[in-house]
């Protein structure tokens, strides 16, 4: 049986003289004293709670449960669901672009890059002002046809 742990944190606010407005939080377990400085009214407890098991290792999250439903990687693109693809993009290293939600950028140590999710294909570009030494922006772009095996391993292989 899985277990929940709970932590709790007593945070106490100082607010400084010349800056009002944006106090400053301080985090202290509960199994630490207080300064006998802070009074009562400054202290709030704050109780979060783990989604780690005490008893199996950790619970699994939303995004293990996406990757557990991944299709067989020989499978082409288009049978896997949107959220399949997203978790399958984040195991491999890519972020989310805040702006575009079908654009996704990765960072490795030779080159970086921005994918594109379009309606009808899927498009890489590897950045010239990343590392490396493009001369210019390299795009690829691949049916959602192929095999997620040979996208995966066309994407990582670089420009």
């Given at each position: ?115 594109s999710l ?10 010239k002002n ?30």
């Open positions: 049986m899985s277990a929940f742990h709970v932590s709790k944190l007593i945070i106490t606010t100082h607010v400084s003289a010349t800056h009002p407005k944006f106090p400053c939080f301080s985090l202290f377990q509960k199994s630490l004293s207080f300064p006998n400085s802070v009074s009562q009214s400054q202290r709030k407890i704050a109780t979060f709670v783990s989604s780690k098991s005490s008893e199996a290792g950790e619970l699994p999250t939303a995004e293990d449960e996406w990757l557990s439903r991944l299709p067989d990687k020989n499978k082409p693109l288009y049978s896997h669901s949107l959220p399949c693809i997203e978790a399958w993009l984040r195991s491999l290293g890519f972020y989310q672009s805040r702006e575009e939600r079908a654009v996704w950028l990765i960072e490795k140590p030779d080159w970086h890059a921005h994918l379009d309606v009808t294909d899927l498009y890489i570009r590897y950045l990343g590392p490396g030494n493009l001369e210019r922006d390299v795009e690829r772009r691949f049916s959602y046809a192929l095999s997620r095996e040979d996208i995966e391993n066309a994407i990582l292989g670089g420009p």
